[in-house]
């Protein structure tokens, strides 16, 4: 073997082995990711995540709303648009689907919370979110989110808003 083949088959080897590396390394550096910007972090984490003191005078604002994407012919309305709760104060709100068409619509439903502060401090007990939904034609369902803010909210946030976008299964 020539010097330029083993050099040339080390180096393969190098990047072969710094693959199987990154692909061992890659789930614990998304999950510190997300931890930090608040996406996909378990319910539990940010419930024993609350930090500081109760301020049992501090209410915060929270807005619901949803749509469906194109092509989705399900409508989704809030029983309660907007709820007022304390941090560390565990709440509830449903939410109405409504198929209106003549065939069955799977879709799924994708959070989004704002502002991004609110994201790591958000904790989504129960939410439909969770999983895949299937309406059958003109049938109407309610299902609940179960949520709680926790302690350690930036001081200026009063208000928060969670919206839901529906988004079709094929």
Known sequence: MTPARSRRG???????????????????????????????VPADQKLAASTGPVDATRNIN?????????????????SDSLQEVHL???????FTFTNNSDQPQRFRAIHDIYPADAAT?????????????TLQPHETKTLPVIYQLNQGLEPEVA????????????
């Open 62 to 78: 929270v807005m619901f709303s949803g749509i469906a994407a194109k092509g989705l012919s399900v409508t989704l309305q809030p």
């Open 159 to 170: 208000r928060v808003s969670l919206m839901y976008t529906l988004e079709p299964l094929h």
């Open 10 to 40: 080390l180096i393969l080897a190098l990047i072969a082995l710094g693959m199987l590396g990154f692909a061992f390394i890659n789930v614990p550096l998304f999950r510190v990711f997300c931890a930090h910007y608040g996406l996909f």
């Open 88 to 94: 560390d104060q565990r709440r509830e709100n449903k």
């Open 121 to 133: 401090h958000l904790a989504l007990i129960q939410c439909f979110c969770f999983s895949d939904q």
